[in-house]
Structures are given as structure tokens and as C-alpha cells.
């Protein structure tokens, strides 16, 4: 029996009941096999993986773009330090949005960048 995210739902699990008790459970009825948990966990850190490769490869261009001075005028430069903040602000360990005012980097931004990034990786880039 396969079991799906539906049959979870008709469950007579209590709604405020954390998640791991009902994986518990469902582990100790056999309802679910552990070997698909594992899987599913191997499978979760590989998209982890695939993403921060994304990000390191967004950064990089960023980086070559800025070394590289290839930027003709001001707007040129401007959208080049936008793109910057936008990659650092996609950091989970370094705190987010704090060179936005200094480069006037704005929420309608941020949605560009996010955009852009979709189109060009399939993703904005965050986890959430």
C-alpha cells in the first residue's frame, strides 16, 4: 500500500500533535517504509546542494561582471550592485537586507532579481 498525503489526513491525528510523533507512528505501524525516509532525506540535501551550487554560480558571475569593469555607464554599474545585494541577501548566515538603504536596493528590486533568477535557474534562489 502506497500511502498518500490524504490518507495522512484522514488520520485520527490531533492537529496540534508535532509532525515527528505522527512519523513516529506511522514508522511504527509500518505504514511507512524507513528506507523512503531516507531517501526522501537524500533527496532533500541534494536539492540543498543544487541550490547553494546555483547561488555560487550566480555570485561568481556577479563577481566577474564587478572585476571584470565591463559596465558603460552609471545605470550599467547601479544594477550590477543590485544584483550583488540581492546574492548576498539570499546568504543564511550573514544578516540579510543590511547594504539596501546604502545602495538603494528596494522590495520592487528584489522582485526583479527574483524574477531574473527564476528565468535563468529556475528558481529565485531562496528556500523558502
Given at each position: 500500500?502506497?500511502?498518500?498525503f490524504g490518507d495522512i489526513k484522514k488520520m485520527d491525528y490531533d492537529d496540534r500533535l508535532p509532525f515527528e510523533?505522527?512519523?513516529v507512528d506511522l514508522l511504527y505501524k509500518k505504514l511507512i517504509n524507513v528506507n523512503e525516509v531516507l531517501v526522501c532525506y537524500t533527496e532533500a540535501?541534494?536539492?540543498?546542494?543544487h541550490l547553494n551550487a546555483m547561488r555560487?554560480?550566480?555570485a561568481c558571475t556577479n563577481l566577474t561582471q564587478m572585476l571584470g569593469?565591463?559596465?558603460?555607464k552609471k545605470e550599467d554599474k547601479e544594477t550590477?550592485?543590485?544584483r550583488a545585494i540581492h546574492t548576498f541577501n539570499l546568504s543564511n548566515s550573514l544578516p540579510?537586507?543590511?547594504h539596501d538603504a546604502e545602495y538603494g536596493y528596494t522590495e520592487q528590486d528584489e522582485k526583479e532579481w527574483d524574477d531574473f533568477c527564476k528565468l535563468m535557474y529556475g528558481t529565485n534562489l531562496k528556500t523558502e
Open positions: 500500500m502506497e500511502l498518500k510523533f505522527v512519523l540535501l541534494d536539492k540543498e546542494r555560487f554560480e550566480e569593469g565591463n559596465f558603460k550590477m550592485y543590485k540579510k537586507h543590511i
